[in-house]
């Protein structure tokens, strides 16, 4: 079955704790892309990555890290420099060329 | 630089009244429009896309949206909306460039009322 995997579907950390946000396809896309969702404001791009061992940052960068060892992979590290990194957080990937993102379920971070 | 515009952040409708969404965005190059629908705590499903052709575009479960170049519009309708379409509905855009990022808007919540 071909997606996109994000796990787990709900963390709880607590402040000045990293953690990572975990995300798969399998789907052979070379982007990838996380975004953050909170209520009123869309969807917001942290960092997106083209290709493998290349990654741009978004728009609200600024404590939170990423890594493209593999095309399959793009994980998402929340520092503890985000002020506000509770969020419900998305991953999404698109094919060469194409421009339609497809997205996994997503991963709920709550942090106290 | 893109952006887009979702002129209302909740549509409530009783089932079976028609729907419009509506979607501006503002950019200065050709770009290509799409619908996403987010259910609750589920990622976005892409619902259609304009990428060139006909300006109408449609989905398999009944939603239409127009492309309209000189007004900036993308507007989403359904001439009779079920329960089932309660959502959150994104409009995003993007530029001619493949594999940039899309832009959101802020989404619109439709509820849908029995």
């Known amino acids: 079955d071909g997606g996109i995997t994000q796990s787990p579907k709900y963390l709880f950390r607590k402040e000045g704790q990293n953690v990572t946000l975990s995300c798969e396809q399998n789907?052979?896309?070379?982007?990838m892309y996380w975004y953050r969702q909170d209520p009123g404001q869309g969807l917001r791009l942290i960092y997106y990555?083209?290709?493998?061992?290349?990654?741009q940052k978004g728009d609200i960068a600024e404590g939170y890290s990423v890594s493209r060892e593999k095309k399959e992979s793009f994980p998402l590290t929340v520092t503890s420099a985000q002020k506000n990194p509770t969020a419900f957080y998305l991953c999404?990937?698109?094919?060469?060329?194409?421009?339609?993102?497809?997205f996994g379920p997503g991963t709920r971070l709550t942090v106290t | 630089a893109q952006s887009v515009t979702q002129l209302d952040s909740q549509v409530p409708v009783f089932e079976e009244a028609p729907v419009e969404l509506r979607c501006n965005y503002s950019?200065?190059?050709?770009?290509?429009l799409f619908w996403y629908v987010q259910y609750p705590n589920q990622g976005l499903q892409l619902l259609l896309k304009y990428l060139s052709g006909s300006t109408l575009v449609k989905s398999i479960n009944g939603f239409e949206a127009e492309f309209n170049k000189s007004q900036t519009s993308f507007h989403l309708r359904k001439p009779s909306v079920h329960i089932s379409d309660t959502a959150e509905y994104f409009c995003?855009?993007?530029?001619?460039?493949?594999?940039?990022?899309?832009?959101f808007g802020k989404g619109t919540r439709l509820s849908v009322i029995a």
């Open positions: 995003a855009v993007s530029a001619y460039s493949g594999n940039t990022p899309l832009v």
């Open positions: 950019s200065s190059v050709s770009v290509y």
């Open positions: 990555s083209q290709i493998v061992n290349d990654f």
């Open positions: 999404a990937s698109s094919p060469q060329g194409r421009w339609e993102q497809y």
């Open positions: 789907l052979n896309h070379d982007a």
